[in-house]
Structure formats: structure tokens, C-alpha cells
């Protein structure tokens, strides 16, 4: 089962900072915090994944908290494309998808 | 960047019959794919973690003698749905390593099952 919780919807108006929170409270050492997203009817994509630093690519920024027991994907100006359901993973060696969140990106 | 293939995009077929889905990984060698389910409105339910040349592993749930999986080759793994029935009627999304971390995972485009 999952491990991670997440909010089940959230909503962004488009050009503005989408902020998706994820609790991961029994994340252990060696595991990292894996985002990835999955627009309808498509795979999942890859977009981030961090041990213990911040880490930021050309798709968005991943803030971990000092205690690992939660993270917050940054999507810094989210458009419409960006609407899809994010999934924050803390799985090592298999990635096992929760609920994710279902961001819905508006004009 | 890495990319995963799934064949066919989407498949009809009648309950009772067999369907098989490849997937392909065409840019590199993947010694491990896994094989998820999804349900309308539901999240991706790992079934099977297959390694090339063994056997498949399955997840608690998951019959082996009805989603038989076969990793022949480090670019190539199918997944059988034999005796399909309506309730096997899903989104199947095939995923293939090429590392071993966790997120050098790729995801394949899926299969749209339909069992009428």
C-alpha cells in the first residue's frame, strides 16, 4: 500500500504558483520522495525527486522538510497543460501510487 | 529521453478470449518492467514486477495463471490476460527500468482493455 497522503483535489488559476503538499511520515533513511504526474487517459511522468535538499528542474521545485516527513511540489506558473493528477511516491526499489492529488488548472 | 511503447493503444475483445499487450523499451535495456492496472477514476495498482530471463513476481491479489507475463528479452515484456472477462476490462500501463533507481522508471502510453 502507499505510504504518502495527499489532498485529493486542489485548484490553480493559470500563471500562478501551484503548491501540492504530501505527507510522508514514515519515510525511512535511504528513501527518496518521487513526484510524478499523469495526465488523463496517458502513463505517468517523471518530474522530480529528492533525498534530503531542495531540488528544482525545468518542470518544478521540491521542497523536503528538514524532518523528511513531508514535501511540496512547486509548479511556479502552472498552465492549462498542468492539469492532471500528481502522485508523490516514497518508495525505494517499486513505485507504488497513493491517491495523488487531482490539480485542476483554470484560465 | 527514455521511451517506453505499449502495443496495442487500445484492444476489444470478446469475454472468454485471450489478449496479450507488449511492451517495448526502444531507446535502452531494461532488465526489469512492471505491469499496473488502473480502474476509471482509481490510481495505478502495481500487479507483477517482471525481471528478463525469471519469472514474474507478483503483487498479494494478483493471479498468476490468468495475467501470465513473460520478459523474454531486456527490450520486450507481455502481459497475457487469458480468459478475459468483463471485470478485466482496465487500463493497463506497462513501466521499464533502466537503472536502479527508482525514478529512472518509464512509463509506457497504456492499453485501453475492453472485454465485451
Known amino acids: 500500500d502507499a505510504k504518502t497522503t495527499q489532498p485529493t483535489s486542489m485548484d490553480c488559476a493559470e500563471g500562478r504558483a501551484a503548491n501540492l503538499p504530501c505527507n510522508h511520515s514514515?519515510?525511512?533513511?535511504?528513501?527518496?520522495v518521487y513526484w510524478y504526474r499523469q495526465i488523463h487517459s496517458q502513463g505517468p511522468q517523471y518530474i522530480i525527486h529528492?533525498?534530503?535538499n531542495n531540488e528544482t528542474n525545468e518542470m518544478a521545485s521540491l521542497i523536503i522538510t528538514e524532518d523528511r516527513k513531508s514535501s511540496t511540489l512547486i509548479l511556479p506558473h502552472a498552465t492549462l497543460r498542468d492539469t492532471a493528477v500528481y502522485y508523490c511516491?516514497?518508495?525505494?526499489?517499486?513505485?507504488?501510487f497513493g491517491t495523488g492529488t487531482r490539480l485542476q488548472v483554470f484560465p | 529521453g527514455a521511451v517506453v511503447s505499449q502495443h496495442p493503444s487500445r484492444v476489444i475483445c470478446k469475454s472468454g478470449t485471450s489478449v496479450k499487450i507488449e511492451c517495448r523499451s526502444l531507446?535502452?535495456?531494461?532488465?526489469?518492467m512492471f505491469w499496473y492496472r488502473q480502474f476509471p477514476k482509481q490510481s495505478l495498482m502495481l500487479m507483477a514486477t517482471?525481471?528478463?530471463?525469471?519469472?514474474?513476481?507478483?503483487e498479494q491479489g494478483v493471479e498468476k495463471d490468468k495475467f501470465l507475463i513473460n520478459h523474454a528479452s531486456l527490450t520486450l515484456s507481455t502481459l497475457t490476460v487469458t480468459s478475459a472477462h468483463p471485470e478485466d476490462s482496465s487500463f493497463y500501463i506497462c513501466?521499464?527500468?533502466?537503472?536502479?533507481?527508482?525514478?529512472?522508471?518509464?512509463f509506457g502510453p497504456g492499453t485501453r482493455l475492453t472485454v465485451t
Open positions: 513501466s521499464a527500468k533502466s537503472g536502479t533507481a527508482a525514478h529512472e522508471q518509464y
Open positions: 514514515t519515510i525511512s533513511g535511504n528513501e527518496y
Open positions: 529528492g533525498l534530503k
Open positions: 511516491i516514497d518508495n525505494t526499489d517499486k513505485l507504488i
Open positions: 531507446d535502452f535495456q531494461a532488465t526489469t
Open positions: 517482471s525481471n528478463e530471463g525469471s519469472k514474474a513476481t507478483y
